[in-house]
């Protein structure tokens, strides 16, 4: 795996501020504004994690995790829901679609970095660090 996470969210601040604060930590980042098209990328790109919004247009959340968990080489790859769904159950449900963590919405950004991290296969929760030349 790389240092690459795809976040699938179709509001467009909202992704730009996580894009803005993850790759300022030195992660790269792919952005999908639909279900359909965040499976097809997580196909294409493998990408280290899944940060994913629930309420998408077509096919939501919930549907998108379940599809991505039917592909054998993404079933390893976490998936975090970053979401504003936050009633009882939410996580639960989410949960049990096959997201591997749940961050609520509004993120903060002071934390959200560190999050995200905590997700990420240890060996791998730290952005890889250009050499000098």
Do not use: C
Request: proline share 8%; glycine share 6%; hydrophobic share 40%.
């Amino acid at each position: 795996m790389s240092d690459l996470l795809l976040i699938i969210e179709d509001n467009a601040q909202n992704l730009y501020l996580m894009r803005f604060l993850l790759e300022k930590n030195g992660f790269a980042v792919i952005g999908a504004e639909s279900g359909v098209e965040g499976v097809r990328m997580a196909l294409r790109h493998k990408p280290q994690a899944i940060l994913l919004d629930i309420q998408l247009p077509g096919m939501d959340g919930y549907a998108v995790a379940q599809e991505l968990k039917k592909h054998p080489e993404l079933v390893q790859i976490p998936i975090v829901a970053v979401t504003s769904y936050a009633m009882v159950g939410d996580r639960e449900r989410v949960l049990a679609a096959g997201a591997t963590g749940y961050i609520e919405k509004p993120i903060n950004p002071e934390s959200f970095v560190d999050e995200i991290r905590s997700f990420l296969p240890p060996e791998r929760n730290q952005p890889q660090q250009k050499s000098p030349r």
